[in-house]
C-alpha cells in the first residue's frame, strides 16, 4: 500500500508584477499549473539554501565555459529547461545598442516606445497588435517585460530626453498653422 506524504496549503502574497511574471511562466513553460510551477520554485529555493548552508558558492557559467570547471553540480529545474535561459519569446537585447532595455524582435522598436505608444494613444493589448501589425503574444509579452524593467525603462527614457534638449532639440508639440 502507497503511502501518501500529506500536504500543506501555504498561502503567499505577491506583488503585482510577481503575479504577471508568474503567469506568464506558467504560460510560457507549459506547466500544468502556478502550483506546479511554484513547488519547482521552492525546490529550487531549498537547493539553493542548503549549497549556501553547506559552505558552497553558487555561480552562473556560460554553456562555453562550463567544461573549463575541475568540479560543479548543475542544477536541473525541468520546467526551465525549455526556456534555455532566455525568459522572453518575443522580446531581444541588443548589446550593440546605446539601450539596456529590451527590443520587439524583428522590429526597430524598444519596449518603452510600444508601451508609450499605446498609452499615448490609449491601446489595448489587442488593438495595440493590431495597429502595428504584431503578435497579441508579443505585445502581452511588452507589457510584462515593462512591468518588471519599468525603472530602467523610465530612466533610458529621461536620459533620452536629456540628449535631445542638449542637442536643442525641442520636446513640445509642433503646432501648425491651420
Known amino acids: 500500500m502507497a503511502v501518501t506524504a500529506k500536504k500543506v496549503?501555504?498561502?503567499?502574497?505577491?506583488?503585482?508584477?510577481?503575479?504577471?511574471?508568474?503567469?506568464?511562466?506558467?504560460?510560457?513553460?507549459?506547466?500544468?499549473?502556478?502550483?506546479?510551477?511554484?513547488?519547482?520554485?521552492?525546490?529550487?529555493?531549498?537547493?539553493v539554501l542548503s549549497e549556501r548552508l553547506s559552505g558552497n558558492r553558487i555561480v552562473s557559467v556560460d554553456a562555453a565555459n562550463v567544461e573549463k570547471l575541475e568540479r560543479y553540480k548543475e542544477l536541473s529545474v525541468p520546467a526551465a529547461e525549455p526556456l534555455l535561459f532566455n525568459h522572453y519569446e518575443h522580446l531581444v537585447v541588443r548589446p550593440e545598442s546605446n539601450y539596456r532595455q529590451a527590443y520587439l524582435r524583428?522590429?526597430?522598436?524598444?519596449?518603452?516606445?510600444?508601451?508609450?505608444?499605446?498609452?499615448?494613444?490609449?491601446?489595448?493589448?489587442?488593438?495595440a497588435a493590431e495597429d502595428m501589425e504584431l503578435p497579441v503574444e508579443q505585445v502581452r509579452e511588452a507589457q510584462l517585460y515593462y512591468q518588471i524593467n519599468r525603472e530602467l525603462?523610465?530612466?533610458?527614457?529621461?536620459?533620452?530626453?536629456?540628449?535631445?534638449?542638449a542637442g536643442g532639440i525641442s520636446l513640445e508639440p509642433l503646432h501648425l498653422p491651420g
Open 153 to 165: 525603462i523610465e530612466q533610458e527614457t529621461e536620459e533620452e530626453k536629456q540628449r535631445l534638449i
Open 9 to 47: 496549503r501555504v498561502q503567499v502574497d505577491l506583488s503585482e508584477t510577481e503575479a504577471l511574471l508568474i503567469n506568464h511562466l506558467t504560460e510560457r513553460l507549459s506547466v500544468r499549473s502556478r502550483a506546479d510551477l511554484l513547488q519547482q520554485a521552492y525546490g529550487t529555493f531549498l537547493w
Open 106 to 127: 524583428g522590429r526597430n522598436m524598444r519596449v518603452g516606445q510600444l508601451i508609450y505608444k499605446m498609452r499615448a494613444n490609449q491601446l489595448s493589448a489587442e488593438e
